[in-house]
């Protein structure tokens, strides 16, 4: 929660230069779930570092909202203040519909504006609907 801290708009912190990375479905770390994992680039450690991470029965926006309205819950609880938000300069994140749905059922209308398409996701998406 301190990286996601030190990720927000209004720090002085090398990560608040970084986007979120949020990518579900493809990690399984429980048999017949899907996990939710959150991370961020960490300029220093040359890699990805997880913020947040939670198992789910579904992907769908409900529970993306629902990971999101934790994660908020807990960086409130480490910055001692009961308005903290989870602010960071943007989002790199797939194609998927819920996804965007649920960050944007939480965190409103602005995500849409601060949000870059993953390349490999966008590509798999593409090939996937010329395929089909």
């Known amino acids: 929660m301190k990286a996601a801290m030190d990720m927000c708009e209004n720090r002085e912190h090398f990560l608040k230069d970084e986007y979120c990375f949020f990518f579900y479905g493809k990690v399984q770390r429980c048999r017949n779930f899907v996990t939710l994992p959150a991370s961020v680039y960490h300029p220093l450690l040359k890699r990805q570092i997880p913020l947040a991470a939670m198992e789910t029965e579904q992907e769908n926006s409900e529970n993306i909202a629902l990971f999101w309205s ?3 819950k807990c960086l409130q609880k480490v910055a001692r203040d009961d308005n903290a938000v989870f602010n960071p ?34 590509k798999e998406s593409r090939d996937k609907i010329a395929r089909n």
Do not use: P, Y
């Open 70 to 72: 934790f994660s908020n």
């Open 89 to 122: 300069r943007g989002w790199c994140t797939n194609m998927a519909r819920a996804n965007m749905n649920g960050l944007q059922q939480l965190f409103g209308d602005d995500v849409l504006c601060h949000r870059k398409i993953c390349e490999f996701h966008f």
